[in-house]
């Protein structure tokens, strides 16, 4: 194996993708498995799980997926797929809290139960389910090599932008937090923990702004590197924190968003 091989290496390690059948849950799973880990795959909606594990099964990579049912928006939920997940592994190298929704209103209109809903999957869910498998984490945590957490957080966490989705934003802005904090409270535990923070990225939840090719490059256009991100943007992400490459890496909101994170229109002195 060479040195960059080796570097960015995940063979041989097990990992956990929530919300992982579309979107940048399955870039993050398709890159795992491309660079030979044993990737869990769950959402909701178990059949598009297992259909999507077996998409990424057939590529011919050294890794490989299973796909399962798990919801992450209860109590019950959770403990579920805790009790999947104990079942299939006793460690746990790389858990990926990536499941999350989004709900779009008018500040005047916003319902109670929108903001509550986007709360408990955004936020609670990234902070129970960690705890919960935290014995498999250590379990699979080294010195060399800690085990790795890595949230969704997103632009919309950094900057104060809303667009209708406040509960959204608010969520992933606590997100970005709670990653700094569990760092903290973790790193004697051999765990890292950190969130990518993206913009623009094809998927289910952007379909309506970045779901046609004419759209998305309407919206890329407003990026500062001029196009939305496309797969290898978090699979190269993904690989950089979960491998050796990574192992001294934590609290970092990584902004993988072509420099919306640092965009905006002030001007001082300059026409």
């Not at 769950?42 to 011919?60: H, T, Y």
């Not at 009790?83 to 809290?97: F, G």
């Not at 924190?241 to 229109?265: K, N, W």
Request: net charge negative.
């Amino acid at each position: 194996m060479s040195y960059l091989d080796e570097l960015f290496s995940v063979a041989g390690k097990t990992a956990l993708v929530t919300g992982a059948a579309t979107g940048i849950g399955r870039m993050v799973a398709t890159a795992l498995v491309q660079a030979g880990a044993t990737v869990m795959i769950a959402s909701r909606k178990g059949e598009d799980c297992i259909k999507v594990a077996a998409e990424l099964n057939e590529l011919g990579a050294s890794g490989h997926a299973e796909g399962f049912a798990g919801d992450v928006s209860s109590e019950a939920g959770i403990a579920a797929l805790v009790a999947e997940v104990k079942a299939r592994t006793e460690r746990l190298h790389i858990l990926v809290n990536n499941a999350g929704i989004s709900w779009g209103a008018s500040l005047e209109d916003f319902p109670y139960h929108g903001w509550a809903k986007v709360l408990a999957v955004n936020v609670t869910a990234v902070f129970h389910l960690t705890r919960e498998l935290l014995p498999l984490l250590e379990a699979a945590a080294s010195d060399a090599d800690p085990a790795r957490v890595i949230n969704l957080g997103s632009v919309m966490g950094t900057q104060p932008l809303a667009d209708d989705a406040y509960s959204y934003t608010a969520s992933k802005g606590a997100v970005h937090h709670l990653t700094r904090t569990l760092a903290i409270e973790l790193a004697a535990r051999r765990i890292t923990v950190n969130a990518f923070a993206p913009g623009p990225f094809q998927s289910r939840m952007t379909a309506f702004a970045t779901g046609t090719e004419e759209k998305a490059r309407h919206v890329g256009s407003h990026v500062p590197i001029g196009r939305i991100g496309v797969a290898d943007d978090i699979g190269g992400a993904t690989l950089y924190l979960c491998s050796r490459a990574g192992s001294y890496v934590t609290g970092a909101i990584l902004p993988i968003d072509g420099g919306q994170s640092v965009q905006h229109g002030l001007t001082l002195f300059k026409e």
